[in-house]
Nanobody, 126 residues
Framework: QVQVAESGGGSVQAGGSLRLSCLVS????????MGWFRQVPEKEREGVAA???????SYANFVKGRFTISRDYAKNNAYLQMNSLKPEDTAMYFC????????????????????WGQGTQVTVSS
């Protein structure tokens, strides 16, 4: 079983920054694309950013230029650096490890695909 665990959420004022981390089982990290997703109550989960095993990335339009996804194989972590945060970025953020051939496809997966963490809350106040 692949273990995925997010951390780094919190509360920040608009315009601030946060960095989310996603720890993945060491033996599995090199075999999966990694994706970040977010969800607010009563709305569908949406893809935010994804990265494949070679470092190619894909972003949702609403975070382009503000968020950066990266991964560190030595630390078995994927990261989401979030800058210029807006109140509408407030959500529960989830990380997933997904087998993929196309990194942009990762943004469309549902939670019945791949391995998911429990989420970390991000709250942005105005």
């Amino acid at each position: 079983q692949v273990q995925v665990a997010e951390s780094g959420g919190g509360s920040v004022q608009a315009g601030g920054s946060l960095r989310l981390s996603c720890l993945v089982s060491a033996y599995a990290h090199g075999f999966f694309c990694m994706g970040w997703f977010r969800q607010v109550p009563e709305k569908e989960r949406e893809g935010v950013a994804a990265i494949d095993m070679d470092g190619h990335t894909s972003y949702a339009n609403f975070v382009k230029g503000r968020f950066t996804i990266s991964r560190d194989y030595a630390k078995n972590n994927a990261y989401l650096q979030m800058n210029s945060l807006k109140p509408e970025d407030t959500a529960m953020y989830f990380c997933a490890a997904v087998v993929c051939a196309d990194v942009s496809w990762v943004l469309t997966v549902r939670d019945d695909t791949g391995y998911w963490g429990q989420g970390t809350q991000v709250t942005v106040s105005s």
